[in-house]
Protein backbone atom coordinates (compact mmCIF):
# COMPACT_ATOMS: atom_id res chain seq x y z
CA UNK A 1 0.00 0.00 0.00
CA UNK A 2 1.38 2.86 -1.13
CA UNK A 3 1.52 6.45 1.35
CA UNK A 4 2.62 9.31 0.18
CA UNK A 5 4.16 12.37 1.98
CA UNK A 6 4.58 15.40 -0.76
CA UNK A 7 6.92 17.87 1.32
CA UNK A 8 6.32 22.12 -0.04
CA UNK A 9 3.09 20.93 -1.01
CA UNK A 10 2.43 24.97 -0.97
CA UNK A 11 4.77 25.81 -3.09
CA UNK A 12 4.12 26.00 -7.13
CA UNK A 13 4.06 22.14 -8.22
CA UNK A 14 3.05 20.93 -4.93
CA UNK A 15 -0.84 21.89 -5.22
CA UNK A 16 -0.93 20.43 -8.61
CA UNK A 17 0.87 17.58 -7.55
CA UNK A 18 -1.15 16.48 -4.40
CA UNK A 19 -4.25 16.71 -6.57
CA UNK A 20 -3.12 14.47 -8.96
CA UNK A 21 -1.69 11.87 -6.59
CA UNK A 22 -5.09 12.16 -4.84
CA UNK A 23 -6.77 11.08 -8.08
CA UNK A 24 -4.37 8.49 -8.85
CA UNK A 25 -3.73 6.45 -5.42
CA UNK A 26 -6.98 7.93 -2.71
CA UNK A 27 -7.36 11.12 -1.04
CA UNK A 28 -6.20 9.24 2.23
CA UNK A 29 -3.05 7.71 0.80
CA UNK A 30 -1.61 11.23 -0.09
CA UNK A 31 -0.18 13.63 2.64
CA UNK A 32 0.13 17.21 1.97
CA UNK A 33 2.84 18.96 4.37
CA UNK A 34 4.75 22.69 4.06
CA UNK A 35 6.49 24.78 6.36
CA UNK A 36 3.24 26.91 6.49
CA UNK A 37 0.22 27.22 8.51
CA UNK A 38 -2.93 25.24 6.51
CA UNK A 39 -6.51 26.64 7.12
CA UNK A 40 -8.34 25.30 4.06
CA UNK A 41 -7.30 21.68 3.21
CA UNK A 42 -9.46 18.90 2.42
CA UNK A 43 -7.31 15.70 2.44
CA UNK A 44 -4.10 15.26 5.21
CA UNK A 45 -2.10 18.14 5.97
CA UNK A 46 0.94 18.47 8.27
CA UNK A 47 2.82 21.50 9.28
CA UNK A 48 6.33 20.37 8.95
CA UNK A 49 9.86 21.92 8.62
CA UNK A 50 11.92 19.48 6.41
CA UNK A 51 15.24 20.29 8.29
CA UNK A 52 14.08 19.45 11.79
CA UNK A 53 14.57 15.57 11.22
CA UNK A 54 12.57 14.39 14.57
CA UNK A 55 9.15 15.99 13.17
CA UNK A 56 9.86 14.18 9.90
CA UNK A 57 10.41 11.46 11.32
CA UNK A 58 7.31 11.73 13.33
CA UNK A 59 5.60 12.75 10.62
CA UNK A 60 6.59 9.09 8.32
CA UNK A 61 5.79 7.10 11.61
CA UNK A 62 2.77 8.77 12.14
CA UNK A 63 1.18 7.97 8.59
CA UNK A 64 3.07 4.98 7.76
CA UNK A 65 4.62 6.75 4.95
CA UNK A 66 6.49 4.93 2.05
CA UNK A 67 7.36 7.28 -0.48
CA UNK A 68 8.38 10.75 -0.37
CA UNK A 69 8.20 13.24 -2.33
CA UNK A 70 10.47 16.53 -1.94
CA UNK A 71 9.57 19.94 -3.03
CA UNK A 72 10.98 22.34 -0.50
CA UNK A 73 13.53 24.47 -1.88
CA UNK A 74 14.62 28.00 -2.62
CA UNK A 75 14.50 28.65 -6.22
CA UNK A 76 17.29 30.54 -8.35
CA UNK A 77 16.78 34.55 -7.76
CA UNK A 78 15.28 33.86 -4.16
CA UNK A 79 18.73 31.77 -3.62
CA UNK A 80 20.96 34.20 -4.93
CA UNK A 81 19.63 36.83 -2.16
CA UNK A 82 20.30 34.45 0.30
CA UNK A 83 22.97 31.81 -0.50
CA UNK A 84 23.56 30.64 2.78
CA UNK A 85 20.12 29.59 3.67
CA UNK A 86 19.57 28.44 -0.10
CA UNK A 87 22.63 25.93 0.17
CA UNK A 88 21.48 24.72 3.51
CA UNK A 89 17.83 24.43 2.51
CA UNK A 90 18.07 22.81 -0.52
CA UNK A 91 20.98 20.21 0.54
CA UNK A 92 20.46 19.32 4.04
CA UNK A 93 16.62 18.55 3.29
CA UNK A 94 18.32 16.12 0.62
CA UNK A 95 20.20 14.59 3.09
CA UNK A 96 17.36 14.06 5.63
CA UNK A 97 15.36 12.95 3.04
CA UNK A 98 17.88 10.11 1.28
CA UNK A 99 19.35 9.20 4.52
CA UNK A 100 15.11 8.02 5.60
CA UNK A 101 15.70 6.01 2.12
CA UNK A 102 18.92 4.77 3.10
CA UNK A 103 17.85 3.63 6.39
CA UNK A 104 14.94 1.49 4.78
CA UNK A 105 12.46 4.06 6.75
CA UNK A 106 11.34 4.81 3.17
CA UNK A 107 11.50 3.00 -0.54
CA UNK A 108 10.94 5.57 -3.16
CA UNK A 109 12.22 9.40 -3.47
CA UNK A 110 10.93 12.09 -5.88
CA UNK A 111 13.43 14.97 -5.91
CA UNK A 112 13.40 17.57 -8.91
CA UNK A 113 16.16 19.08 -10.59
CA UNK A 114 16.55 21.67 -12.83
CA UNK A 115 17.81 23.47 -16.41
CA UNK A 116 19.67 25.52 -13.23
CA UNK A 117 22.26 22.93 -13.43
CA UNK A 118 23.86 24.01 -16.39
CA UNK A 119 26.02 27.00 -16.54
CA UNK A 120 27.29 29.32 -19.16
CA UNK A 121 29.69 27.02 -21.15
CA UNK A 122 27.14 24.47 -21.32
CA UNK A 123 26.03 24.23 -25.46
CA UNK A 124 23.13 26.34 -25.04
CA UNK A 125 20.66 24.87 -28.14
CA UNK A 126 19.86 20.90 -27.98
CA UNK A 127 21.67 20.71 -24.47
CA UNK A 128 22.49 17.02 -23.89
CA UNK A 129 22.18 15.23 -21.14
CA UNK A 130 25.75 14.74 -20.60
CA UNK A 131 27.26 18.12 -21.16
CA UNK A 132 29.79 20.50 -19.56
CA UNK A 133 28.17 21.21 -16.31
CA UNK A 134 29.61 24.91 -14.47
CA UNK A 135 26.35 26.64 -13.08
CA UNK A 136 27.23 29.94 -11.52
CA UNK A 137 24.22 30.17 -9.41
CA UNK A 138 23.52 28.92 -6.13
CA UNK A 139 20.38 27.35 -6.83
CA UNK A 140 21.99 25.54 -9.82
CA UNK A 141 25.44 24.33 -7.58
CA UNK A 142 22.82 22.93 -4.86
CA UNK A 143 20.66 21.45 -7.93
CA UNK A 144 23.96 20.08 -9.43
CA UNK A 145 25.77 18.83 -6.10
CA UNK A 146 21.63 17.16 -5.19
CA UNK A 147 22.31 15.30 -8.42
CA UNK A 148 25.33 13.73 -7.76
CA UNK A 149 24.00 12.55 -3.94
CA UNK A 150 21.00 11.33 -5.63
CA UNK A 151 22.91 9.08 -8.19
CA UNK A 152 25.55 8.02 -5.05
CA UNK A 153 22.72 6.88 -3.03
CA UNK A 154 21.14 4.79 -5.44
CA UNK A 155 24.74 3.01 -6.30
CA UNK A 156 25.91 2.83 -3.24
CA UNK A 157 22.90 1.97 -0.83
CA UNK A 158 20.14 0.79 -3.21
CA UNK A 159 17.71 3.86 -2.93
CA UNK A 160 15.41 4.05 -5.38
CA UNK A 161 15.51 7.54 -6.26
CA UNK A 162 13.94 9.44 -9.02
CA UNK A 163 14.54 13.23 -10.82
CA UNK A 164 14.06 15.19 -13.53
CA UNK A 165 15.17 18.49 -14.61
CA UNK A 166 12.69 20.37 -15.13
CA UNK A 167 12.29 23.93 -17.94
CA UNK A 168 10.30 27.13 -16.32
CA UNK A 169 7.12 26.01 -15.33
CA UNK A 170 4.10 27.98 -16.13
CA UNK A 171 0.24 27.02 -14.56
CA UNK A 172 -2.78 28.83 -14.02
CA UNK A 173 -3.67 27.10 -10.54
CA UNK A 174 -0.44 28.57 -8.35
CA UNK A 175 2.02 31.41 -8.36
CA UNK A 176 5.57 30.84 -8.74
CA UNK A 177 8.47 31.65 -6.24
CA UNK A 178 11.37 33.13 -6.59
CA UNK A 179 12.76 31.95 -10.02
CA UNK A 180 14.14 33.41 -12.96
CA UNK A 181 11.18 31.78 -15.27
CA UNK A 182 8.51 33.40 -13.24
CA UNK A 183 7.60 35.94 -15.91
CA UNK A 184 6.42 33.41 -18.33
CA UNK A 185 3.38 33.10 -15.60
CA UNK A 186 3.34 36.83 -14.55
CA UNK A 187 3.03 37.74 -17.73
CA UNK A 188 -0.54 35.87 -18.42
CA UNK A 189 -1.56 37.85 -14.88
CA UNK A 190 -0.82 41.17 -15.84
CA UNK A 191 -2.21 40.46 -20.00
CA UNK A 192 -5.43 40.06 -18.34
CA UNK A 193 -5.32 42.66 -15.68
CA UNK A 194 -4.25 45.59 -16.99
CA UNK A 195 -2.95 44.75 -20.29
CA UNK A 196 0.71 45.61 -19.38
CA UNK A 197 3.59 44.36 -18.68
CA UNK A 198 7.09 45.35 -17.24
CA UNK A 199 9.23 42.22 -18.20
CA UNK A 200 12.60 41.36 -15.96
CA UNK A 201 14.31 39.84 -18.83
CA UNK A 202 14.98 41.15 -22.39
CA UNK A 203 13.00 40.22 -25.82
CA UNK A 204 15.17 37.63 -26.85
CA UNK A 205 16.00 35.60 -23.73
CA UNK A 206 14.68 32.24 -24.89
CA UNK A 207 14.58 29.92 -22.46
CA UNK A 208 12.84 25.90 -21.99
CA UNK A 209 9.07 25.89 -20.39
CA UNK A 210 6.98 23.26 -19.95
CA UNK A 211 2.84 23.29 -18.97
CA UNK A 212 2.62 22.59 -15.66
CA UNK A 213 0.40 19.65 -16.78
CA UNK A 214 2.90 17.92 -18.76
CA UNK A 215 5.21 18.64 -15.88
CA UNK A 216 3.06 16.48 -13.23
CA UNK A 217 2.36 13.93 -15.51
CA UNK A 218 6.04 13.16 -16.33
CA UNK A 219 6.54 13.05 -12.68
CA UNK A 220 4.29 10.74 -12.14
CA UNK A 221 5.38 8.29 -14.77
CA UNK A 222 8.46 8.54 -14.22
CA UNK A 223 7.75 7.62 -10.51
CA UNK A 224 5.55 4.80 -12.27
CA UNK A 225 7.99 3.78 -14.52
CA UNK A 226 10.10 -0.37 -14.05
CA UNK A 227 12.79 0.47 -12.50
CA UNK A 228 14.67 -1.63 -15.17
CA UNK A 229 14.06 0.59 -17.98
CA UNK A 230 15.93 3.88 -15.87
CA UNK A 231 19.30 4.41 -17.08
CA UNK A 232 19.32 7.68 -15.10
CA UNK A 233 19.71 7.74 -11.55
CA UNK A 234 21.00 11.99 -11.29
CA UNK A 235 18.50 13.68 -13.36
CA UNK A 236 16.53 13.15 -16.47
CA UNK A 237 16.88 15.93 -18.85
CA UNK A 238 13.16 17.07 -19.78
CA UNK A 239 11.37 19.50 -22.42
CA UNK A 240 8.46 20.92 -23.40
CA UNK A 241 8.69 24.26 -25.36
CA UNK A 242 11.23 26.93 -26.07
CA UNK A 243 10.14 31.02 -26.62
CA UNK A 244 11.43 33.87 -25.23
CA UNK A 245 9.43 37.36 -23.99
CA UNK A 246 8.84 38.73 -27.17
CA UNK A 247 7.30 35.53 -28.83
CA UNK A 248 4.83 34.58 -25.92
CA UNK A 249 3.96 37.80 -26.39
CA UNK A 250 3.62 37.95 -29.20
CA UNK A 251 1.33 34.44 -28.75
CA UNK A 252 -0.76 36.83 -25.86
CA UNK A 253 -1.61 39.36 -28.49
CA UNK A 254 -3.64 37.14 -30.87
CA UNK A 255 -5.96 37.04 -27.47
CA UNK A 256 -5.85 40.44 -26.02
CA UNK A 257 -4.92 42.64 -29.26
CA UNK A 258 -3.75 45.81 -27.44
CA UNK A 259 -1.80 43.88 -24.83
CA UNK A 260 1.76 45.51 -24.38
CA UNK A 261 4.93 44.33 -22.89
CA UNK A 262 7.99 46.68 -21.48
CA UNK A 263 11.25 45.27 -21.33
CA UNK A 264 13.57 45.98 -17.94
CA UNK A 265 15.89 43.54 -17.17
CA UNK A 266 17.31 43.34 -14.01
CA UNK A 267 19.41 41.03 -12.05
CA UNK A 268 17.59 37.58 -13.30
CA UNK A 269 19.19 38.30 -16.95
CA UNK A 270 22.65 37.36 -15.77
CA UNK A 271 20.61 34.16 -14.57
CA UNK A 272 18.71 33.33 -17.83
CA UNK A 273 21.81 34.15 -19.60
CA UNK A 274 23.79 31.22 -18.28
CA UNK A 275 20.99 28.44 -19.04
CA UNK A 276 20.20 26.30 -22.09
CA UNK A 277 17.66 27.58 -24.29
CA UNK A 278 16.43 24.23 -25.56
CA UNK A 279 17.07 20.91 -24.13
CA UNK A 280 17.04 17.38 -25.56
CA UNK A 281 15.91 15.00 -23.73
CA UNK A 282 16.14 11.88 -25.88
CA UNK A 283 16.69 9.82 -22.31
CA UNK A 284 13.62 10.22 -21.31
CA UNK A 285 11.89 9.99 -24.42
CA UNK A 286 13.74 6.44 -24.84
CA UNK A 287 13.69 5.08 -21.13
CA UNK A 288 10.16 5.92 -20.08
CA UNK A 289 8.61 6.92 -22.96
CA UNK A 290 8.31 10.54 -22.04
CA UNK A 291 5.83 12.94 -24.56
CA UNK A 292 5.00 16.31 -23.86
CA UNK A 293 1.32 17.45 -24.66
CA UNK A 294 1.73 20.98 -24.80
CA UNK A 295 3.67 23.62 -27.39
CA UNK A 296 2.99 27.50 -27.06
CA UNK A 297 -0.08 28.36 -28.42
CA UNK A 298 -1.44 25.55 -26.66
CA UNK A 299 -0.86 26.71 -23.09
CA UNK A 300 -1.10 30.36 -24.20
CA UNK A 301 -4.76 29.40 -24.78
CA UNK A 302 -4.93 27.18 -21.69
CA UNK A 303 -3.36 29.97 -19.49
CA UNK A 304 -5.91 32.36 -21.10
CA UNK A 305 -9.04 30.80 -20.85
CA UNK A 306 -8.80 29.86 -17.44
CA UNK A 307 -7.85 32.78 -15.80
CA UNK A 308 -9.97 35.09 -17.84
N1 LIG B 1 12.12 27.77 -12.67
C1 LIG B 1 13.28 27.72 -11.84
C2 LIG B 1 13.85 29.05 -11.59
O1 LIG B 1 13.64 29.91 -12.41
C3 LIG B 1 14.31 26.86 -12.49
O2 LIG B 1 14.29 25.61 -11.93
O3 LIG B 1 14.52 29.23 -10.63
Known amino acids: MKKILVIGSKGQIGGELVEELRKVYGQENVISSDIKEDNNTNGIYEKLDVL ?10 KHAVNEIYLLAALLSATAEKNPAFGWKLNMESLFNILDLAKEKQITKVYWPSSIAVFGPTT ?8 TIMEPS ?8 AGERWCEYYYNKYNVDVRSLRYPGLIGWKSMPGGGTTDYAVDIFHQAIKTKQYECFLSENTTLPMMYMEDAIRATIELMQANPTCL ?3 SSYNLAGMSFNPKEISTEIKKFIPDFNIIYKPDYRQQIADSWPQSIDDKEAKNDWNWKPNYNLEKLTQTMIKNLS
Open 52 to 61: NKEDLFSVIK
Open 137 to 144: TVYGISKL
Open 231 to 233: SIR
Open 123 to 130: PKINTPQY
